[in-house]
């Protein structure tokens, strides 16, 4: 048999291009962060993880010019070997001394931080607990780890405490992993529950900070600090506040000491470009010192998120996020409404299986902190008149559908 027959049977996004419904792969012709021109139509951006809009900002920007100017653009290795600049080292001093941690390591992305971390300190013997709605560079960390991972509903500390206990009752290592703020449906894990649980069992708590720095927090450090919490291990990414790429992991000197020396994403991989690595730099001044960064995203999407509310969408999450999914429940529903909002100027993201569970397809939309008030009414009046132009609004059946949706969730 030839393996790649499968490909022959995987016909979903081709139907879908054929039907005008394919919403991936969008080639973007120009940005200026809070709009985007796609097919030479302007659309205003909510679908972009750039939360504080720095990646336009002048500072950022130049920094990572005169990066390539005294670097060049690549560092051609590891790490380990040729790829260390005192530009990396910079880094990783702010960002341990940012996020109050002994040490940091930074690696090429985000998902290979997780791949990384997570895959070097859970051992064979050691159990990981994994929360279920966790992000997919979280799964495959711990499926390339030898650990014992077992996963827990999502934000159910009954069913946490219980595999606490078994892990506990046979004197293993264990590892809690969760994400701050959960990047699809916008909600946050209920860290001062889940630290005190750790603590109890003697496990370690590891938080994937990703959607939440530069965002939550008095000083913009995350949902722990949101939550008042004080993680073991933290993990950080640059793709999104951070105006840049790569991501962190910050922890005891002795954990990331241990990592440099142990993790393969780190080791068998090129580090950071100097550009990549300077705009972080410049982003995390801008975070330090800007604090009405975080206040005006915060303050946007919550206006979208009742504005919405109003009309009659589901919405989902927390009020502290930048994140505000629109839950349809049904993928064709979804899909269709995604269409129409691009054709009303709206970009969003489609998001359907498995990036969320069968049954609560969504519109997500996430903001920036340059999104203007005039940005604001636009998008309200877009969406409404998205929604109506597509019977979401008014309509029994999606009604039904999206208040579904909304029930499974509250069973999660």
């Not at 009659?312 to 269409?339: C, D, K, Y």
Request: glycine share 10%; charged share 20%; with cysteine.
């Amino acid at each position: 048999m030839d393996i790649f027959a499968k490909c022959d049977g995987f016909t979903k996004a081709k139907d879908l291009q054929a039907m005008g419904l394919y919403p991936y792969f969008l080639p973007l012709q120009g940005s200026e962060g809070t709009e985007v021109e796609i097919g030479g139509k302007r659309l205003i951006m909510i679908g972009s993880n750039n939360y504080l809009g720095l990646t336009h900002h002048p500072a950022v920007r130049e920094a990572a010019i005169a990066a390539v100017r005294k670097y060049g653009t690549s560092c051609s290795g590891s790490r380990f070997l040729n790829g260390t600049l005192e530009l990396h080292e910079e880094l990783e001093r702010r960002l341990a001394k940012f996020m109050g941690q002994e040490a940091a390591v930074c690696m090429s992305t985000g998902f290979q931080t997780n791949l990384g971390a997570i895959s070097s300190i859970a051992a064979k013997d050691d159990i990981i607990l994994c929360d279920r709605e966790n992000h997919a560079s979280i799964i495959d960390g711990c499926r390339l780890s030898f650990a014992d991972t077992r996963k827990f509903r999502h934000n159910d500390m009954a069913d946490l405490e219980f595999q606490l206990q078994r892990g506990a009752a046979q004197n293993r290592g264990m590892l809690i992993v969760v994400d701050g703020l959960y990047s699809m449906m916008g909600d946050l894990a209920p860290l001062r529950e889940i630290r005190a649980l750790a603590d109890k069992y003697g496990a370690r708590l590891m938080v994937d900070e990703a959607h939440s720095i530069g965002v939550l927090g008095a000083h913009g450090r995350g949902a722990a600090e949101h939550c008042a919490i004080h993680p073991d291990l933290v993990m950080g990414t640059f793709s999104k506040s951070f105006a840049s790429l790569g991501g962190f992991i910050a922890g005891p000197e002795r954990v990331i000491h241990f990592m440099r020396h142990t993790a393969r994403a780190l080791i068998f991989s090129a580090s950071i470009s100097p550009a990549s690595t300077a705009a972080a730099l410049a982003a995390l001044d801008l975070i330090e010192t800007r604090p009405d960064m975080r206040q005006r995203v915060l303050h946007i999407a919550d206006r979208v998120r009742t504005g919405l509310r109003d009309m009659g969408f589901r919405t989902h999450g927390t009020p502290a996020s930048p994140i505000v999914p629109v839950i349809v429940g049904n993928q064709e529903r979804m899909l269709r409404l995604w269409r129409t909002l691009v054709e009303c100027g709206l970009f969003t993201n489609a998001v359907t299986q498995p990036a969320v569970p069968v049954g609560q397809d969504l519109i997500r939309t996430s903001y920036i902190a340059g999104h203007t008030d005039a940005h604001v009414a636009q998008i309200l009046e877009r969406f409404e008149h998205a929604g109506r132009l597509t019977g979401f609004l008014g309509s029994a059946e999606a009604t039904a559908a999206a208040d579904a949706a909304a029930a499974q969730l509250a069973t999660l």
